[in-house]
């Protein structure tokens, strides 16, 4: 599976857009990016994933570039609920083992 | 449907001393997830398990053992507990889908051990 790079922290104000960005430089033409989030002292959720085509959900909206080299993903109005660990993941859909690997992820803090 | 449950919440044990970290699921998943997370850090594949009778390392695999001897449970055991192994453990499921469906894994809400 493809490495990831996110920053390792960013602020948000809330009520505004949240743009989380994930580098994926790497990616083979078969991975999937998927977008987790872990809330303080909680199990990882699932978020949002795409192949090449834009994605929006109730929860986010993702967008990956032409070359699906980096993509971003979107919070259209943070609360602060929202404060968590977001991590961009690359991997194959459908493969023998369904693992993922997680890095460190980017800490978003919504501010009030 | 309880989703992912995990037993016990927290512990504190021994040096040298076992334990058995309980992992169960009612979603009819047939793969399952051992993860650890280290202060600070992401979550780092302990073992996993594609079916019942099934199980392979991940990441980390060292300290620890796994079976799955039905699709519900996964059991994580610890055999001689260590500082190292101080940490937060999650587990994990999900169904196996055809290539194109999204493979959601998801997690229990966590065993927090420390090892003193």
């Known amino acids: 599976d493809a490495k990831t790079t996110q920053p390792p922290s960013m602020d948000c104000a809330e009520g505004r857009a949240a743009n989380l960005p994930c580098n994926h430089s790497?990616?083979?033409?078969?991975?999937?990016v998927y977008w987790y989030r872990q809330i303080h002292s909680q199990g990882p959720q699932y978020i949002i994933h795409?192949?090449?085509n834009n994605e929006t959900n109730e929860m986010a909206s993702l967008i990956i570039t032409e070359d699906r080299k980096s993509s971003t993903l979107i919070l259209p109005h943070a609360t602060l609920r929202d404060t968590a660990v977001y991590y961009c993941?690359?991997?194959?859909?459908?493969?023998?083992?369904?693992?993922?690997?997680f890095g460190t992820g980017t800490l978003l803090a919504v501010q009030p | 449907n309880a989703g992912v449950t995990q037993t016990p919440k927290f512990r504190i044990l021994k040096i040298g001393q076992s334990m058995t970290l309980q992992c169960t699921q009612d979603m009819n998943h047939n793969y399952m997830y051992w993860y650890r997370q280290d202060p600070g850090m992401g979550l780092k594949l302990i073992y996993y398990?594609?079916?019942?009778?099934?199980?392979d390392k991940g990441e980390v695999p060292n300290g620890y053992n796994v079976s799955r001897s039905t699709t519900e449970d996964f059991p994580l055991r610890l055999e001689l507990a260590a500082p190292s192994q101080t940490s937060v453990y999650f587990c994990?499921?999900?169904?196996?889908?055809?290539?194109?469906?999204?493979?959601?894994?998801?997690f229990g809400p966590g065993t927090r051990l420390t090892v003193l």
């Open positions: 993941i690359v991997r194959v859909v459908g493969g023998a083992t369904n693992k993922l690997i």
């Open positions: 790497t990616i083979s033409g078969n991975e999937y």
């Open positions: 398990s594609v079916g019942a009778g099934i199980t």
């Open positions: 994990a499921s999900t169904t196996a889908l055809a290539e194109g469906s999204y493979n959601e894994q998801f």
């Open positions: 795409g192949l090449k």
